[in-house]
């Protein structure tokens, strides 16, 4: 089973940054890989980003590429989600979800994944 533990959510003003973090805890999978996730206000959750278990592949969705950049510290079993200029568009809650199964052209779906974290707010102000 695993554990997944976001932060670094919050309050932030239009074009401004959030570092997200997800954490796993528990026993992972040497395969897997994490993506994160956001749903906003009366919207479907919608894919944003993954990243493989080594890092070497990443993968984005269209409406975040050259904004948002994935990264992961194997060492303390974290993926981060870096967000520059932020938009009023990007509030939603943002959620991480890790799968076991291995890097995969499905890795955009989220019935990809097998583990989620609780989510965090991201609001961003006009």
């Known amino acids: 089973q695993v554990q997944l533990v976001e932060s670094g959510g919050g309050l932030v003003q239009t074009g401004g940054s959030l570092r997200l973090s997800c954490t796993a805890v528990?026993?992972?999978?040497?395969?897997?890989?994490t993506g994160w996730f956001r749903q906003g206000p009366g919207k479907d959750r919608e894919f944003l980003a993954a990243i493989n278990w080594s890092g070497t592949n990443t993968y984005y969705a269209d409406s975040v590429k050259g904004r948002f950049t994935i990264s992961r510290d194997g060492a303390k079993n974290t993926v981060y989600l870096q967000m520059n200029g932020l938009k009023p568009e990007d509030t939603a809650v943002y959620y991480c979800?890790?799968?076991?199964?291995?890097?995969?052209?499905?890795?955009?779906?989220?019935?990809?994944?097998?583990?989620w974290g609780q989510g965090t707010q991201v609001t961003v102000s006009s």
């Open positions: 528990g026993r992972i999978s040497g395969g897997s890989a």
């Open positions: 979800a890790s799968e076991k199964s291995g890097w995969s052209r499905f890795i955009h779906l989220q019935s990809s994944y097998d583990y």
